[in-house]
């Protein structure tokens, strides 16, 4: 009886996660889906009718919350000192003013969350420190229906290197302002026993050039990206297989000078079947057509393009070029695998873009503060839509790492039971569409006095440009490895202490155009007078290598916040 009893649970619990995975399967492998989250296993917990391609979601809808308000404002002074360790370095002094607000508001409809800092720094050596920084994260969820329709909207400013530096950006560096933005609403209920969802995302995103020459908003300046998707499916049960039928659509056009266009659509249809308590076969078929293409080139009488003083110029005239175009049959096959309500295995591989793709995800929730994630992925877009769907797919609950002696994000975002890293996101900005393929693994959480994360990924791209000449000099694929940790220490109700340490290796095809980038932060933070006033310490070490000329810069910081 136990042994019936416990094999009843296992396949209950199978069939609730082929029920998610029914309502995600068309959106895990369209262009405009986000990437399963850090703590995805949690989902299980819900009901099968999770709104499509929004996860976290569902874990807020997920049961009875009880409201509660945690914000903190805060003013910052800092001294920082920043070395040039090389040969004829120079060393740079100067104040960091701050203000910033960090918290989270759950109420029985709203779910919000955000760390935001804005940041002047003063130089005392006019060497042209002096300048503004923008950085923070915050997401909101707003349940307009309970349980059927809901709003969520998400933001994201950080910097860049713009040469393949993500991790390791200081100060003293100029670089690149991203900033992007979604906002849309998900629909998921029931008629019957068939599962009816949908989703609409609107997303923006926006680059500032601070670099000397600031010639990247020439390749890419903004972007706007409407995503759609749509499926009706059911879960086993009243027949012995699930199915899902879905179809999806996404449009992004980005400034610059070329105006790059992208468009895709595409339509499939999937069927799981349970073959045991804790596994399941899936396989899908459907039509899909890509297209991505920009302006012209202005050319000479026979046809070769102009190249002026300043490269070549965009005709904005002409008919526009085609830079990608694939349409036809896509389909896959694969396994679900869900051993236990804390743990999921999704691998499928089969047909797309032209040839074999494989993709897949991991997720195991050690407890309720500790998770893991990982992911295999190959899709086809755009860096613009890329970042945002990074952004969307960000963990509920997470932490913003920053970088103590900078403020700003330091690349990776963890929660508690997963994270994400935007190294394949900022590692190059470019208007251009391309294919890509990688990985990534994120563990993190907490155990007692401790809290840590490590992230690990590799992300290669192949872009996707006109064959005819005048765009020579540019890569036509690159790639980046990378990795980061983090762990801080509590030493008491007052003080605490953090480690972060990260490393990259970025190239392309194209010569001298590679940046290896390795460093680390130690940071102390003591709290005083009930708990608002702050005593922060931090030491941190820079390197960075682009092939022509390696810098090592070594900082130090101290100052005060007071926390309202």
């Not at 100029?174 to 009816?196: E, F, K, Q, R």
């Not at 009488?301 to 002026?308: D, L």
């Not at 913003?400 to 190059?428: E, H, I, K, M, Y």
């Not at 036509?476 to 480690?499: F, K």
Request: glycine share 12%.
């Amino acid at each position: 009886m136990k042994t019936e009893l416990a094999r009843l649970c296992a396949l209950s619990r199978l069939s609730l996660a082929i029920g998610l995975s029914l309502a995600a399967v068309t959106p895990a492998f369209a262009q405009d889906a986000p990437p399963p989250s850090g703590d995805r296993a949690s989902s299980a917990e819900a009901e099968p009718q999770d709104g499509e391609g929004d996860e976290r979601s569902s874990r807020r809808d997920s049961g009875p919350q009880r409201a509660r308000t945690q914000v903190g404002a805060y003013l910052e002074i800092s001294q920082v000192l920043s070395a040039d360790l090389g040969n004829g370095g120079d060393t740079l002094t100067y104040t960091s003013v701050a203000a910033g607000v960090d918290g989270q508001i759950q109420t029985r409809r709203v779910t919000a969350q955000m760390s935001l800092r804005y940041e002047h720094n003063f130089d005392w050596n006019d060497n042209g420190v002096d300048s503004d920084v923008v950085s923070g994260i915050a997401m909101v969820n707003v349940q307009v229906v309970p349980g059927a329709v809901q709003l969520d909207a998400g933001a994201m400013a950080t910097r860049t290197g713009g040469d393949g530096r993500v991790f390791g950006v200081t100060n003293r560096d100029a670089a690149v302002d991203v900033y992007s933005a979604y906002i849309g609403p998900t629909l998921s209920t029931h008629a019957g026993p068939i599962a009816i969802n949908a989703s609409y995302r609107l997303g923006y995103v926006k680059v500032d050039d601070h670099r000397a020459g600031a010639t990247l908003n020439d390749d890419f300046d903004d972007s706007t990206a409407h995503s759609a998707t749509a499926s009706i499916g059911m879960s086993p049960g009243r027949l012995p297989f699930g199915w899902t039928v879905g179809a999806g659509y996404v449009r992004e056009n980005s400034g610059g000078r070329f105006r790059n266009r992208f468009e895709g659509r595409y339509v499939r249809g999937d069927v799981v079947v349970p073959i045991g308590a804790t596994l399941a076969v899936t396989a899908g078929i459907g039509y899909e057509d890509i297209e991505a293409s920009q302006r012209d080139l202005v050319r000479d009488i026979n046809g070769f393009p102009v190249i002026g003083p300043g490269g070549v110029t965009p005709d904005p005239n002409a008919p526009r070029l085609l830079t990608y175009d694939q349409s036809g049959m896509m389909y896959d096959g694969g396994v679900i695998w869900r051993p236990t309500p804390r743990t999921e295995l999704q691998v499928r591989a089969g047909h797309r873009y032209g040839g074999t793709t494989v993709a897949g995800s991991f997720d195991h929730r050690f407890n309720e503060n500790q998770g893991i994630h990982a992911e295999v992925f190959d899709t086809v877009g755009t860096f613009g839509h890329t970042l945002t769907t990074d952004v969307n797919g960000l963990p509920s609950n997470f932490d913003a790492n920053r970088d103590p002696l900078t403020g700003g994000l330091s690349g990776c975002v963890f929660g508690q039971q997963g994270g994400r890293c935007f190294d394949r996101s900022l590692a190059r900005i470019s208007g251009d569409s391309f294919r890509m393929r990688g990985g990534s693994l994120v563990f993190s959480g907490q155990r007692r006095l401790w809290s840590y994360g490590i992230g690990a990924s590799y992300a290669h791209r192949r872009y996707s440009r006109p064959t005819v000449s005048g765009f020579g000099g540019v890569a036509s694929e690159d790639e980046i490895y990378s990795v980061y940790g983090s762990v801080g220490r509590q030493l008491s109700r007052t003080s605490e202490l953090n480690l972060d340490v990260f490393a990259s290796w970025y190239d392309s095809d194209v010569a001298l155009d590679s940046v290896t980038t390795v460093g680390g932060t130690l940071s102390y933070n003591r709290s005083f007078l009930l708990d608002r006033l702050s005593l922060l310490a931090a030491l941190g070490v820079y390197h960075s290598d682009d092939g022509t000329e390696d810098s090592t810069n070594a900082s130090a910081l101290g100052g005060l916040r007071y926390t309202f």
